[in-house]
């Protein structure tokens, strides 16, 4: 392998990508690993898919690589550009979610939360949301991550400098899902609906916590990642398995 690229914006590693953890990588590996930025991946990826034309490049992802639009995108450009693709596939939050007791098999369609600000704030997420839940189906809220977000002053000033990262907590997530229920006079679900909030799946302090979303909405769940599930209908073993992580 003649270069080893990890991309470092839609998930965190585990132990991080600070000096230690890419170097306990590095030693894994036996390489030196690049990291792909945002900013990498969004406007210099064909750079990475020459050297790929050329030379064998390894492109490593959290999670598996087809778990965020961006990887999937990747592919679809190396494959028109005819460079061969040889996928390993790697646990995902897609299944690893399976760790709060809801069958795998039960959910719908996924949903994305994105920060709202001022100006922007899109509420096309619910009407998935509704949907699963019409048909009983548990819903899987992904929860945004900004990083390498230019500052709007220093876009101004034509001289790019960028936000802190900021990761969703399942609290604002609350706030906003009902936010949006509120402004639709709907109850598709409301302050009293079931869901689960997972902070850090798979971590050695990883939480899991099952309540109302009043329950969960001053919860503190710590560090990111987080996600939440809003849970449909349950069978009887899930609801046996909900019991282990209520709300104390
Ligand atoms: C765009 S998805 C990327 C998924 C990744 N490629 C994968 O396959 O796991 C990122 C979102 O998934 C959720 N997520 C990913 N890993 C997580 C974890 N270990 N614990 C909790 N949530 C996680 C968070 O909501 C995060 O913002």
């Given at each position: 392998m003649q270069k080893v690229y990890i991309e470092a914006y839609?998930?965190?590693?585990s132990f991080g990508l600070a000096y230690d953890g890419l170097s306990t990588m590095e030693k894994l590996y036996g390489k030196s690993i690049i990291i792909a930025d945002r900013e990498m991946v969004e406007e210099k990826v064909d750079d990475i898919l020459i050297e790929a034309s050329e030379s064998d490049v390894a492109f490593l992802v959290v999670?598996?690589?087809?778990?965020?639009t961006t990887h999937t995108d990747l592919v679809i450009r190396a494959k028109k550009l005819i460079v061969e693709v040889k996928v390993i596939h790697n646990a995902s939050v897609m299944n690893a979610i399976g760790a709060c007791g809801?069958?795998?098999?039960?959910?719908?369609e996924t949903v994305s939360i994105p920060f709202f600000t001022e100006t922007w704030r899109p509420y096309s997420f619910y009407e998935k949301i509704q949907r699963n839940r019409e048909i009983g189906l548990h819903t899987l809220c992904l929860l945004d991550i900004r990083v390498k977000e230019p500052s709007i002053e220093s876009l101004c000033r034509g001289k790019k400098c960028y936000e802190p990262p900021k990761f969703m907590t399942i609290n604002v997530a609350i706030e906003q899902l009902l936010e949006v229920t509120e402004a639709h006079g709907a109850s598709a679900y409301d302050e009293n609906s079931r869901c689960v909030g997972l902070a850090r799946?798979?971590?050695?302090?990883q939480i899991i916590v099952s309540g109302s979303m009043k329950d969960l909405l001053h919860f503190d769940f710590g560090p990111p990642l987080h996600c939440l599930v809003i849970v449909g209908e349950l069978h009887p073993i899930e609801e046996e398995m909900m019991e282990f992580y209520k709300v104390k």
């Open positions: 839609t998930s965190i590693l999670g598996d690589p087809f778990g965020a809801l069958q795998l098999y039960r959910y719908g799946l798979g971590c050695e302090d």
